[in-house]
């Protein structure tokens, strides 16, 4: 070993010492900031779909890909940096040798020709995303970026890091070469082999090289360990965590469909017994979300992927999923000392340290725990009351999550504590909610009108009750029994059935509100109240059949998503289906037929709690599509005709998240936004599967002057128009512009 091996090695092991102390202090830490939620029994179940779904996330990058260039990119720096870490191994032995290597596999010429083009694959990626970080960088002109908000120079540094740890591992590898030290021959590593021509024939190179490659990495290393809310770098080893300890791992996309049971001390609160001073009723303080809710702030990497979808986002409101879980991140992590020494407020709002404990206390996490959760920048607050109201609960941003960030359940937990504890949510939710409690509706109809919607009907609608042998419960909904234009899609369901000889049945007054719009607003009392109620009428019309026969078909998704997936949580075990769904099945079956074509062109809209919390997509397209075919197979004038953003990735309405009750009073409207984008399709009709979609996209249409132009109907009026022209001019729901 010459002098300046000698010096190399010195340097490189006491700086990966350095690097090595920072590092385990940074993980003790994030560890004991995570260990501060609220337990959560639920997330260690079914190891084996866990670590299935993890290995298929993180390897197969099968979230990362629906972005196809970034996804690529991405992964070729995934794998490069975990392959190429035994490259920075290899430097170690390096820095002692110019001729050292890997023992085993670093003679194979296999071993040198994957490692050689994943630096090559490695470095274009880490070129391409760069390239896009730039390309959308928050200071570009043209409008907001999904890097709006993110720590850009920890995403360039990271970057940068990689970029130099590749190209360094090239001119070491060039010095090998230049020396004659090269193990593999040139059609494994034609690169290094074309860098060592060019390199001069200095012995030491190869050491120098070896430990600024090792300088880099551990300066990277040191940085991160010292700033450990550095999500951009610390993602890639806390993703396979969150991703295992995801709230559905068998789900296609966890943290949509049915929310999480408000719980306490990790277990479900039973309202029954519950005490406001004993139990914890939803979330407000950072430390009562639970160990996986900070463990998803600690994870978020800043991509902005959700905020890109959001639609409050889009239309100019405050809310971006990413800088409101940041701003839990930041906040967690500042208070962090203060809840670590002791500190802490009990459900009283009590101080749980002593006056010796709290003298002692860092003054900064003092001043971060006196900080509200909710509240307005004059007031402290960490989450604004406007970032929180409006949120529409769409799931975009869990959608487009590529670590599973579960931001809807974090979202309603904040909103849970305000309405039942605070009373504080915006004014005009109040008249829906005492509608709720004392109607069972949100619009405060009377009970013995749920079934005025059957009088015309030119056969008879049977009650549960009436009939025993019917094969769906078909419900209605508040909104298919008292909203004008969504109880024309009632009768054209209805009569669809009836048509194809489905044998259904209706509760009529026995029938409530699901609770969908209590739930997700926050009021988890008035839910449980109604879903309760709901559960014991339905249970006792089911009565002695199994699972498989208790079937309902709902016209309405945010029904069709709590009766599917949330009534279980409180005893009601039923198979629910989409009136799309159903409809789908009977064409194929034969048993409906259409007959007559839909001309002008034909768009869709997915309603999020059809589409993205419950993927169902096909089947209102195949009764579109076969409406629109007409019975000869010729397709109409124009066809289906989908909208820029369609399926998963469909603009909310802005109805859902009971913001159908709440004024929009900031930025653009996003039913606005939404049918603006409808009508550049150019098509006549808009279909649609929800009745909170209907209401906000024919308002939208009036808004814009279009009513006469665009008609917004439901897909089964739509396909009623088909199998029955003759009951068309007396079912659309075309809707007079005001004027």
Known sequence: MGSVQIGTTILAFAITAVAVWLAVRAVMKMVAVIRLGQPDPTRFGDTGTRAKTMLAETAGHTRMLRWSVVGAAHWFVMVGFIVLSLLVLEAYFEVVSPTGGLPLVGNWAIYGLVTEWLAILGIVSILVLIA???????????????????????????????????????????????????????????????????????????????????????TWLIVISLNVTMGVAWHRFLAFFNIFFKRDPGANVSGLGALRPMTSQGKPLDFEEADPEKDQFGVAQVEQFTWKGLLDFSTCTECGRCQSQCPAWNTGKPLSPKLLVLSLRDHAYAKAPYLLAGGGKDLTGEEKATAAQLAHMDVLALAEAEKPLIGTAEEGGIIDPDVLWSCTTCGACVEQCPVDIEHVDHIVDMRRYQVLIESSFPSEAGVMLRNLENKGNPWGAPQNTREDWTK????????????????????VGCAGAFEDRAKKTTRAVATLLNEAGVKFAILGEGETCSGDPARRIGNEFVFQMLAQQNVETLNEAFEGREKSK???????????NTLGNEYGQLGGEFEVVHHTQLLAHLVATGKLTPVQPVDGGVTYHDPCYLGRHNRVFAPPREVLGSAIAGGDGASGDGGLIEMPRNSERSFCCGAGGARMWMEEKIGKRINVDRVEEAMSTGAKTVAVGCPFCSTMLNDGVNGKGAGEQVEVVDVASVLLRSVKPEQAPGDTERTPVAG
Not at 190 to 201: E, F, Q
Not at 463 to 475: A, C, I, N, P, Q
Not at 550 to 560: D, E, G, L, Q, Y
């Open 132 to 218: 896009i970080r730039l390309r959308n960088r928050p200071t570009r002109p043209g409008g907001r970026s999904r890097f709006t908000g993110s720590t850009m120079w920890q995403g360039y540094f990271v970057e940068g890091i990689i970029l130099a740890v590749l190209i360094m591992g090239f001119v070491i590898r060039g010095f090998k070469v230049a020396t004659d030290h090269f193990e593999y021959p040139v059609w494994a590593a034609p690169l290094s082999h074309a860098v060592g021509g060019v390199l001069p024939n200095w012995a030491a190179g190869v050491s120098v090289a070896a430990l600024v490659k090792i300088v880099i990495s551990m």
């Open 550 to 560: 208790r079937k309902i078909v709902a016209t309405c998704p945010h029904c069709f």
């Open 456 to 475: 015309g009907l030119d056969f008879e609608v049977p009650r549960v009750g009436e009939v025993d042998d019917f094969e769906y419960l078909f419900w």
